[in-house]
């Protein structure tokens, strides 16, 4: 799988990432574990939920892509106290990209439609 690099928020030593494939962004995140928030989504088989800083999106703009996200629909599920968002999507499957992407065990990474990421920005402007 292709993919470009967009950046990465780090805190506490932690990394959640953002990458852009030609139709799709991967957005490497926390797993969430929280049973109550889980209980009360509808995630298909083969979908999970992560957990990612705000900020995170802000690395759209390497992708030529501009706005504020504005919207707390799909692919946003939630967001938490903190402004942290949950993001379902499809879990990430290529095991060869997952290799590269070396994502730790308290991490995993969905893979999210680019016009559902831009559909929750406001004055969004693609390439």
Not at 9 to 20: K, M, V
Not at 46 to 63: I, K, P, Q, S, W
Request: proline share 4%; with cysteine.
């Amino acid at each position: 799988m292709e993919m470009v690099f967009l950046g990465k928020e780090t805190e506490s030593g932690e990394s959640p990432t953002l990458y852009a494939t030609e139709d799709s962004y991967i957005v490497q995140g926390y797993i969430v574990t929280d049973e109550e928030i889980l209980a009360k989504l509808d995630i298909a088989e083969g979908e999970t939920v992560v957990e990612v800083y705000a900020r995170l999106f802000a690395h759209l703009a390497h992708d030529g892509v501009s706005g504020t996200v504005t919207s707390w629909f799909p692919p946003i599920v939630h967001v938490r106290e903190n402004g942290n968002y949950l993001i379902q999507g499809v879990r990430l499957a290529d095991d060869d990209t997952r290799r590269r992407m070396a994502i730790p065990d308290h991490e995993d990474a969905i893979v999210v439609p680019k016009t559902a990421i831009h559909a929750l920005l406001e004055e969004a402007a693609c390439n």
